[in-house]
């Protein structure tokens, strides 16, 4: 058995569920013994991902400013910090939810530069359910413009394990079309189906990864248009923010966190844009290091508390990510207003960026 250590990537479009796989993965890791090191990765800084996956006692390196494949030396580097920190057996990467071509940029790359360093697991790629249906026609409802699915479609394409999460929520029969229409259309991929909230159906594909090498699977390189692929990532626009709360009264963190969940969809949904991703967390920092946690990954779905705190509060540190496609100066005003109506909570912004992702350079594309 090889004494390197194995880098994880488990990519997916935005709202997919990879941080929560993520974390269930890391508590299998260490429920086994094994030493674990999380690299999350954004277009620009202050992460919910961090924030929930360091809440949970997780080591966590955080890349911002561009994908894995613009920012080849930070994921060097965050892998370093890991290594002088905690020596994980097991590196688990997130790479930003709106990024394709790994393989050819990350994957290669590690192996025939740092095959000393790496062992490189296959590539996985989770899905949401209903919205890989709606971009396969399977299913009605809200979707992206065609560049955007574009990058979608690439996603899937290169996957060398497509994992339709989520399964707890859909029925049996929607999710065996589903995974059909996937096989057919990407039959290079090994499929599975679980749930990365409550963990059913996770220790297979949790095998197949720790078992599998990269080289195994779909070592070639993807036939991408670039020009496109840049065009679909900008017309998604970013906002990353970070606020405190205050007030004079204890009030329900995890209402308000849904509450504003329901204001910014409608802002969105009002303008006529699809949001792709809002997460958001609010920490009290009461000691307890629980966390409201609140997902929300479609215009017209309704927003999940993923986690809760255990007690009313009077104030906290609220982060919150949106990702739609849409002006990023929209996604500000509407944040920013959306915040004016919790009523007697007030909120400072302390921290804003806003953006679209600039066009993806790779620092190695290899064949």
Same mark, same amino acid.
Not at 69 to 82: I, M, Q, V, Y
Not at 251 to 278: P, S
Not at 345 to 359: I, S
């Given at each position: 058995?090889?004494?390197?250590?194995?880098?994880?990537?488990?990519?997916?479009?935005? =709202?997919?569920?990879?941080?929560?796989?993520?974390?269930?993965?890391?508590?299998?890791?260490?429920?086994? *013994?094994?030493?674990?090191?999380?690299?999350?990765?954004?277009?620009?800084?202050?992460?919910?991902?961090?924030?929930?996956?360091?809440?949970?006692?997780?080591?966590?390196?955080?890349?911002? *400013? *561009?994908?894995?494949?613009?920012?080849? @030396?930070?994921?060097?580097?965050?892998?370093?910090?890991?290594?002088?920190?905690?020596?994980?057996?097991?590196?688990?990467?997130?790479?930003?939810?709106?990024?394709?071509?790994?393989? $050819?940029?990350?994957?290669?790359?590690?192996?025939?530069?740092?095959?000393?360093?790496?062992?490189? $697991?296959?590539?996985?790629?989770?899905?949401?359910?209903?919205?890989?249906?709606?971009?396969?026609?399977?299913?009605? =409802?809200?979707?992206?413009?065609?560049?955007?699915?574009?990058?979608?479609?690439?996603?899937?394409?290169?996957?060398?394990?497509?994992?339709?999460?989520?399964?707890?929520?859909?029925?049996?029969?929607?999710?065996?079309?589903?995974?059909?229409? &996937?096989?057919?259309?990407?039959?290079?991929?090994?499929?599975?189906?679980?749930?990365?909230?409550?963990?059913?159906?996770?220790?297979?594909?949790?095998?197949?990864?720790?078992?599998?090498? @990269?080289?195994?699977?779909?070592?070639?390189?993807?036939?991408?248009?670039?020009?496109?692929?840049?065009?679909?990532?900008?017309?998604?626009?970013?906002?990353?923010?970070?606020?405190?709360?205050?007030?004079?009264?204890?009030?329900?963190?995890?209402?308000? &966190?849904?509450?504003?969940?329901?204001?910014?969809?409608?802002?969105? $949904?009002?303008?006529?844009?699809?949001?792709?991703? &809002?997460?958001?967390?609010?920490?009290?920092?009461?000691?307890?290091?629980?966390?409201?946690?609140?997902?929300?990954?479609?215009?017209?779905?309704?927003?999940?508390?993923?986690?809760?705190?255990?007690?009313?509060?009077?104030?906290?540190? &609220?982060?919150?990510?949106?990702?739609?496609?849409?002006?990023?100066?929209?996604?500000?005003?509407?944040?920013?207003?959306?915040?004016?109506?919790?009523?007697?909570?007030?909120?400072?912004?302390?921290?804003?960026?806003?953006?679209?992702? *600039?066009?993806?350079?790779?620092?190695?594309?290899? $064949?």
């Amino acid at each position: 058995m090889s004494n390197l250590a194995r880098y994880v990537m488990i990519g997916g479009f935005l =709202g997919a569920g990879k941080t929560t796989a993520v974390a269930r993965f890391a508590q299998h890791l260490t429920d086994q *013994g094994k030493r674990v090191g999380l690299i999350c990765n954004d277009q620009s800084s202050g992460l919910v991902d961090t924030t929930l996956l360091r809440s949970k006692g997780f080591p966590v390196e955080e890349i911002t *400013g *561009g994908c894995f494949c613009c920012r080849f @030396n930070s994921l060097l580097d965050a892998a370093d910090n890991l290594t002088q920190n905690s020596r994980p057996d097991i590196f688990l990467a997130e790479p930003v939810g709106s990024c394709t071509d790994l393989i $050819a940029t990350v994957s290669y790359p590690l192996r025939r530069i740092y095959g000393d360093r790496f062992r490189v $697991a296959p590539l996985s790629v989770l899905v949401d359910p209903m919205r890989a249906a709606r971009i396969l026609g399977i299913a009605d =409802g809200r979707s992206f413009s065609d560049k955007v699915a574009y990058v979608y479609r690439k996603q899937l394409q290169e996957a060398d394990l497509i994992v339709v999460n989520k399964c707890d929520a859909h029925p049996a029969e929607f999710l065996d079309r589903l995974i059909a229409a &996937l096989a057919g259309a990407y039959p290079q991929a090994r499929i599975f189906t679980c749930s990365a909230k409550d963990g059913t159906g996770a220790p297979e594909w949790f095998e197949t990864v720790l078992t599998g090498e @990269n080289s195994a699977f779909a070592s070639r390189p993807l036939e991408i248009d670039y020009d496109i692929y840049a065009e679909g990532e900008a017309l998604l626009g970013w906002l990353n923010c970070t606020v405190q709360l205050v007030s004079d009264e204890p009030f329900d963190g995890n209402q308000a &966190l849904v509450t504003l969940a329901h204001r910014i969809r409608a802002g969105v $949904a009002d303008a006529g844009h699809e949001i792709a991703h &809002l997460k958001m967390t609010l920490d009290s920092r009461d000691g307890t290091g629980t966390l409201s946690v609140v997902s929300l990954v479609g215009t017209d779905r309704e927003p999940d508390l993923r986690e809760s705190l255990l007690d009313r509060v009077e104030g906290g540190e &609220l982060v919150i990510n949106l990702r739609a496609e849409a002006d990023p100066a929209v996604l500000e005003s509407l944040t920013r207003e959306a915040l004016t109506s919790l009523g007697g909570v007030r909120a400072t912004m302390e921290h804003l960026e806003q953006l679209r992702p *600039g066009r993806p350079t790779p620092t190695h594309r290899m $064949a």
